[in-house]
């Protein structure tokens, strides 16, 4: 039995097996039934754009006409462009700001502080959205992220250049929230999987324009910067959208300071440290410090401190109630919401992986440009967006969730293996169709989480569903760049220096080697060295396409162990 307490916020237990822990047909009335259809189409373009933005996004309509109701899905749609553009976009700037700003040691922050800030912030601003006004909050949410887009631009120094992509990353993953928030208050749960779908669509193509355009823009005139600032004239063409057009939605009609009681703010707080300090030490691990030293151990040491402390601190609700946690620790009593984290996290990271990696080694083995090795990209990335929308349009009529993560591990398994033979002479074909068998595999269960979750948990509690599944897809993507890129960096330093032994070239010079950027390594009038730096990056490489078969085994687990069940999906918004 869930206590007075827990039922008045909306959270509570959630029972193994309960498909519906509550009716939500017993709402009488949809927040979209009185808007006009014209509001709800603009409001899904604004949705569609900053998902585009944010990068790496039908059928049973209540009694308001489909019409307006697609236009203004399609504007929250569209306003998704915006962060899945900026997740990417710095994947093809990084030689550019080294040569501008310098600092190589702090080149994988650029990279990293973007998704890093978004994970510690995701849990919290979830909470938010469940308490306050969504409008404002996405609102806020759009401004800070232009905000850092702007000081990225400007960036006198690496260090600056890194505070923006972590403000940007803050207010990025509000915005992603608060697009999934509108969904999953606005549509129906049969309809919310094909929104869903639009948002990874948008996600998908900021993700493709990304590289792209951060490409184009360091090898023209108007340098790397504009790739930051084309954010800025973009979200003004649609702040009429934002401003007037977006509708409010709030569950609690509480004070102002009887919702800050509600957010467990010491948790929040632990939450974050955990995730940055575990990035700050897998990123500088090994470059900046070797493991072994003692700065390592001693921020390993942190943060296992940190982690501790924070688990105790949510398990005995230490300065908090069980039922503000910031951490959703009922959903843990039920197996489908865990599956649904652990093969999220899987497909983020095997996604993730692939999209940097990809166009990385085209660089290095065949000497493209950085927009020529994100035109590489374009089979996993329009079969990824494809196979998201399959999957969106699928999952509300067959009602299965099960099978697409099934499928997808087992293509994501047989895509990694095939990319783990790679070397530096294998065809760019060959790597094509490589490409799209990660693509199937990741696409199609991509955005399935958010509907499924939402619809095994109560209606106040929509709000955390989405933030948890959120931390499970930002995190691991978060994470697993990190990690791959700890990977590049250490692995790619010790094979490249094996592979030299015999020369004379300084430690400076294999690292700025790895970093893209001119060395006297691949500057070298000799073609033998050369070839042995390229067949060593490439070694590299593929090695970290290991991490892919690892995902892949994990979603084809997850997915045979989640329950052969239906959902029924016939429901109205909540």
Known sequence: MLSKVEESIGLGSVEEGSEQPVDDNAITKSPRQDMPTWRWVMTLMGICF???????LFSQSRPSPLPSY????????????????????????????????????????????????????????????????????????????????????AAPTSDALIVGRVIAGIGGSGMYLGALTYISVFSTKRETPVYNALIGLFWGIGAILGPVIGGAFSASAATWRWAFYINLPLAALFAPIYLFIFPSFQRKNLLLVEKLREIDWVGAVLNGGVFVLFMI??????????????????????????LIVFVLQQYLSILTTPERRIFPLHFLKS???????????AVAAANSIALYYVPLFFQFTRGDTALQAAVRLLPLIVVFIFCIMVGGALLPITGL????????????IVGGALMFTIDAGTSAGKIYGYEVLLA????????SAYAVAASKVRVGDRANAIGFINVAQIGSIAISLAIAGSLFQNLGFDLLK????????????????????????????????????????????????????????????GGVLMPWEKLDLEVVAG
């Open 50 to 56: 900053g998902t585009l933005l944010y990068g790496n």
């Open 70 to 153: 697609l236009f203004i899905c399609l504007a929250e749609l569209t306003e998704n462009l915006m962060p899945g553009l900026d997740t990417t976009i710095a994947a093809d700037v990084q030689a550019s700001v080294y040569e501008t700003l310098g600092d190589i040691e702090n080149l994988a922050w650029v990279g990293v502080g973007f998704p890093m800030a978004s994970v510690a912030v995701i849990l919290l601003q979830g909470r938010a959205y469940g308490l306050f006004d969504v409008k404002p909050l996405m609102l806020s949410s759009i401004v800070i992220f232009e905000a850092g887009s702007a000081l990225c631009g």
């Open 281 to 306: 030490v897998v990123t500088f691990g090994g470059s900046t410090f070797q493991w072994t030293s003692g700065s390592a151990i001693g921020l390993w040491v942190v943060w296992g401190t940190c």
């Open 335 to 345: 197996r489908v919401l865990v599956l649904l984290y652990v093969t999220t996290a």
């Open 401 to 412: 969730y099960g099978i697409f993560y099934i499928i997808g591990g087992a293509l994501v």
């Open 440 to 447: 199937i595999g990741t696409g199609l269960p991509f955005q």
């Open 498 to 557: 094996a592979a030299f032994a015999d020369y004379s070239f300084s430690d400076d010079s294999i690292r700025s080697a790895l970093s893209g950027t001119a060395s006297p390594i691949f500057t070298s009038a000799d073609p033998e060295v050369v070839a042995i730096a390229v067949s060593s990056v490439a070694e590299t490489i593929r090695r970290i396409f290991g991490a892919t078969i690892a995902a892949g085994a994990v979603l084809l687990i």
